[in-house]
C-alpha cells in the first residue's frame, strides 16, 4: 500500500483532518495522532520555539506513523525554507505571505531547478538517505513538495488572486487572528469587514482550485467552515487540547467528591 502524502491530499477537495503540535514533540506524537483518526499534521516553529534540530527529529516520528506533516517556519526566510526542506518537510507554511512576489520568493527557495532555486542537497533526510541521479532527485522533491500559503494580512487579502493563481500554491491557508488585527479589527470574526476578506480567499480558492486551510477551535466550526469550501481542517492544537480535556476531567471529579 502506498504511503499517504501531503500532496496527494491537496490534490482533492474531500475534507482532511488534523491538529497543530506546538509543544509535543514526543517520539511518539504521530503515531498518537494517527491512531486518534487525524490525516495531517501542523508542526509549528513561528509560535513555539521548536528548532531545526527538533523538526529534523519529529518528521522521522511523523514518517514511521505515514502521517503526512506540514512544517510552518518563523519567516520567509530562505534558511528556514530550504533547510526546513532538507529536514524532510513535505509541506511549508510561512507567515504574512501578503504578495505575488513574497510567493514566488518561497516556491523559489523549496523547489529544485528548474522551478526553484534551492540549494542542492540530495542522499540526506528529505529524500530518506537513497540514492539516486540527480534528475530523478530534483523530479521528486518538486513534485512531492506543497507550498501551504498563509494569508493573514490585508495586502494579503488584497492580492490573493494573483497569489492563488501562481503554480506551486497548492494551499491557501488563513491565519484568522493575524488577519483579524491587520485588518484593524482585532478579534472580531463577526465583522463584515472580516467577513467579507473570508470570502474573497475563499472564492479565489475555488476559481483557482487550490484547497484552503484554516484552524478551528471546536468541532461546530469545523463543519460550518467545512460547509464554506475549507478541507484542510486543523483542530486545536496539542496544548488546548490537553488542557481543555483535563480541567474538564478535573472540575468533574472535584464537584463530584463535595
Same mark, same amino acid.
Request: glycine share 10%; net charge positive; hydrophobic share 45%.
Given at each position: 500500500m502506498s504511503e499517504p502524502s501531503l500532496k496527494a491530499l491537496a490534490s482533492h477537495r474531500r475534507v482532511k483532518l488534523g491538529t497543530l503540535v506546538a509543544e509535543f514533540a514526543t517520539p511518539g506524537i *504521530? $503515531? @498518537?495522532?494517527?491512531? %486518534? *483518526?487525524c490525516d495531517f499534521a501542523f508542526f509549528d516553529m513561528e509560535h513555539s520555539g521548536f528548532s531545526l534540530e527538533t523538526v529534523k527529529s519529529a518528521i522521522r516520528y511523523f514518517e514511521a506513523a505515514d502521517l503526512p506533516v506540514m512544517v510552518r517556519v518563523p519567516s520567509q526566510d530562505y534558511h528556514f525554507l530550504a533547510r526546513a526542506m532538507d529536514m524532510g518537510a513535505e509541506g511549508l507554511i510561512a507567515p504574512m505571505v501578503s504578495t505575488v512576489e513574497q510567493a514566488q520568493h518561497i516556491i523559489s527557495s523549496m523547489k529544485? $531547478?528548474?522551478a526553484g532555486a534551492r540549494g542542492v542537497a540530495l542522499q540526506i533526510a528529505h529524500d530518506r538517505y537513497r540514492p539516486g541521479s540527480v534528475a530523478d532527485k530534483f523530479e %521528486? +522533491?518538486?513534485?512531492? !513538495?506543497v507550498f501551504i500559503? #498563509? @494569508?493573514e494580512t490585508a495586502d494579503g487579502v488584497k492580492n490573493i488572486d494573483g497569489i492563488a493563481g501562481l503554480d506551486g500554491v497548492d494551499c491557501l491557508w488563513v491565519g484568522h487572528f493575524d488577519l483579524s488585527? !491587520? #485588518? *484593524?479589527i482585532p478579534g472580531d470574526f463577526a465583522h463584515p469587514t472580516f467577513? +467579507? +476578506?473570508m470570502a474573497k480567499i475563499v472564492s479565489a480558492a475555488k476559481r483557482h482550485n487550490k484547497s484552503l486551510g484554516r484552524l478551528v477551535p471546536n468541532v461546530q466550526q469545523g463543519h460550518e467552515f467545512y460547509a464554506q469550501g475549507f478541507d484542510f481542517i486543523c483542530y486545536s492544537g496539542d496544548v488546548w487540547i490537553l488542557h481543555d480535556a483535563i %480541567?474538564? %476531567?478535573v472540575s468533574k471529579i472535584r464537584a463530584g467528591c463535595q
Open positions: *504521530g $503515531h @498518537i495522532l494517527k491512531s %486518534a *483518526g529544485y $531547478h528548474p %521528486a +522533491a518538486n513534485q512531492r !513538495s500559503c #498563509l @494569508i488585527v !491587520s #485588518l *484593524g467577513i +467579507a +476578506a %480541567a474538564d %476531567a
